[in-house]
């Protein structure tokens, strides 16, 4: 069956460290997109990409990049990990048009 | 700025009773309306979608109520159940882009 898998499921990183999530999906989707959830924000877009060797900014990206080389991958980079930046990272995919979200089982990052 | 306001933020609902999740927007150019469950350690699954051709779309226990006047549109939950206990988000996207705006999300509880 195909599935998005995030690695790793949790993270532990000290404030100014560069930390990279992975994002691997085998749904064959053109689209995919980070969100981060917070308590009282539910999930918000931080990157998404249409498509290999497109990136945009979501409404939170400060801090985040991302990078898009090939269709099953998207992997998310904090540059200088920040203790506001502590949450659960879930990635999704979705196909073209206005199609359903799959999302993968997050990632907890701690900044500490 | 929240795209998509979501009430209550929380809910306690006997075993076999009515759950009510509400939700509303502004964005009059929203035309897919999803909502996604979401249990503990896992990513948000899509539960239930409407589009606003259509006033209610129901799928088993659980129903969408959509008033397109009103910019509001919820999901009800019949006869629900202890394994109904999660949380739910109800979301909104255009059709260009595919970019999802998600509410805070709401944690129901179904007491047996």
């Known amino acids: ?112 | 700025q929240q795209q998509v306001k979501q009430s209550p933020q929380s809910l306690i609902v006997q075993k076999g009773g009515i759950s009510i999740i509400n939700c509303a927007y502004e964005n009059t150019a929203f035309d897919y309306f999803p909502w996604y469950q979401q249990f503990p350690g896992k990513g948000p699954a899509l539960l239930i979608a409407i589009r606003p051709d259509v006033s209610e779309k129901k799928e088993g226990r659980f129903t969408i109520s959509f008033n397109k006047s009103a910019k509001q549109f919820s999901l009800h939950i019949m006869d629900s159940q202890p394994g109904d206990s999660a949380t739910y988000f109800c979301a909104a996207s255009k059709n260009t882009g595919n970019q999802f705006y998600f509410g805070t999300g709401t944690s129901l509880t179904v007491i047996p």
Request: glycine share 8%; aromatic share 8%.
């Open chain 1, 1 to 112: 069956d195909a599935e998005i898998t995030q690695s790793p499921r949790h993270k532990i990183t000290e404030t100014g460290r560069q930390v990279t999530l992975a994002c691997h999906q085998t749904w064959n989707h053109n689209n995919m997109f980070w969100y981060r959830q917070d308590l009282g924000h539910g999930l918000r877009l931080i990157h998404y990409s249409y498509g290999v060797q497109d990136t945009n900014k979501g409404e939170v990206s400060d801090g985040y990049s991302v990078s898009r080389s090939n269709t099953e991958d998207l992997p998310l980079t904090l540059e200088s990990a920040a203790s506001s930046q502590t949450s659960v990272y879930f990635c999704a995919s979705s196909d073209i048009g206005n199609s359903p979200l799959h999302f993968g089982n997050g990632t907890r990052l701690t900044v500490t």
